[in-house]
T-cell receptor, first 110, second 113 residues
Framework: QKEVEQNSGPLSVPEGAIASLNCTYS??????FFWYRQYSGKSPELIMS????GDKEDGRFTAQLNKASQYVSLLIRDSQPSDSATYLC??????????FGAGTTVTVRA | EAGVAQSPRYKIIEKRQSVAFWCNPI?????LYWYQQILGQGPKLLIQ????????DSQLPKDRFSAERLKGVDSTLKIQPAKLEDSAVYLC???????????FGPGTRLTVL
């Protein structure tokens, strides 16, 4: 079982719609959770951090964490063509080490 | 990316050649990470430094990869000899201000022919 799994995608959504990205993790002791956005040919950019159960909103992005279900999600509301990228879920087990999923590629259709 | 400088940005070599990558955490963080990102995969931690010392190199292929961080600032990652499967982006990262956040440099894209 992989440490971090993401829905494989690609995910295609029309402009203005909600993009929903999912991530599950295997280590119940994981403590911090991150979403990175990676444009083609660029390095990962941190867009959301979440540490406790519930929702965290930042602009058009909402991260949701459910530790009991070992599940993290990212919602992108009012999707824009500029949101087209690969989104990486990363999980930290209380040490320094981040474990990444393989990423979900999102394409927003104009 | 602004807090971490990397060079070169691109490198093409033949298999069995040697290559070196350089990272400068402009922010001056004591902690520095090297990751390998193969196309279609998420980044994988190769090595973590705390000042000059290695904290974790458990996933570093030590028969061909080496890394050092002299004076606790700049770091170099070397591959000798390179294999085709080493083709990847090599990312350097430093911690952020919040718990366990990490920020990446622009990366070095290595192609091994």
């Amino acid at each position: 079982q992989k440490e971090v799994e993401q829905n494989s995608g690609p995910l295609s959504v029309p402009e203005g719609a909600i993009a929903s990205l999912n991530c599950t993790y295997s280590d119940r002791g994981s403590q911090s959770f991150f979403w990175y956005r990676q444009y083609s040919g660029k390095s990962p950019e941190l867009i959301m951090s979440i540490y406790s159960n519930g929702d965290k909103e930042d602009g058009r992005f909402t991260a949701q964490l459910n530790k009991a279900s070992q599940y993290v999600s990212l919602l992108i509301r009012d999707s824009q063509p500029s949101d087209s990228a690969t989104y990486l879920c990363a999980v930290n087990r209380g040490t320094y080490k981040l474990s990444f999923g393989a990423g979900t590629t999102v394409t927003v259709r104009a | 990316e602004a807090g971490v400088a990397q060079s070169p940005r691109y490198k093409i070599i033949e298999k069995r050649q040697s290559v070196a990558f350089w990272c400068n955490p402009i922010s001056g963080h004591a902690t520095l990470y090297w990751y390998q990102q193969i196309l279609g995969q998420g980044p994988k931690l190769l090595i973590q430094f705390q000042n000059n010392g290695v904290v974790d190199d458990s996933q570093l292929p030590k028969d061909r990869f080496s890394a050092e961080r002299l004076k606790g600032v700049d770091s170099t990652l070397k591959i000798q000899p390179a294999k085709l499967e080493d083709s990847a982006v090599y990312l350097c990262a430093t911690p952020g201000s919040s718990y366990n956040e990490q920020f990446f440099g622009p990366g070095t894209r290595l192609t091994v022919l």
